[in-house]
């Protein structure tokens, strides 16, 4: 069975980093392009950061670039978010999502619970 879990949530001070992980397991994660979107109260869950299936290639959203980092690995199949010089509107509730192609145009997504992020003093 498909499953993601993520971990590393917590409560950090503005200016400081945290760490985000999730866990893949039951498809095929080295073929999935990985992502981590996030979602404040009251607002629409937004993309933050993805990266390609071999981890050559990434994208991330305007308001988190030159702050986190998104990386995988393969081996363990897993992807990591490294937050830094975080800001109160980080805060949010994590999610790493996956996508593994089928057919030429298809794609089976699959989302873990989430991981609470609170930036406050």
């Known amino acids: 069975q498909e499953q993601i879990v993520e971990s590393g949530g917590g409560l950090v001070q503005p200016g400081g980093s945290l760490n985000l992980s999730c866990v893949a397991s039951?498809?095929?994660?080295?073929?999935?392009?990985m992502s981590w979107y996030r979602q404040a109260p009251g607002k629409e869950r937004e993309l933050v950061a993805r990266?390609?299936?071999?981890?050559?290639?990434?994208n991330y959203a305007d308001s988190v670039k030159g702050r986190f980092t998104i990386s995988r690995d393969n081996t363990k199949n897993t992807v990591t978010l490294q937050m830094s010089k975080v800001k109160s509107e980080d805060s949010g509730v994590y999610y790493c999502?996956?996508?593994?192609?089928?057919?030429?145009?298809?794609?089976?997504?699959?989302w873990g619970r989430g991981t609470q992020v609170t930036v406050s003093l």
């Open positions: 039951g498809f095929r994660f080295h073929r999935s392009p």
């Open positions: 999502h996956g996508a593994e192609p089928i057919g030429r145009y298809g794609a089976s997504e699959f």
């Open positions: 990266i390609s299936r071999d981890g050559s290639d990434t």
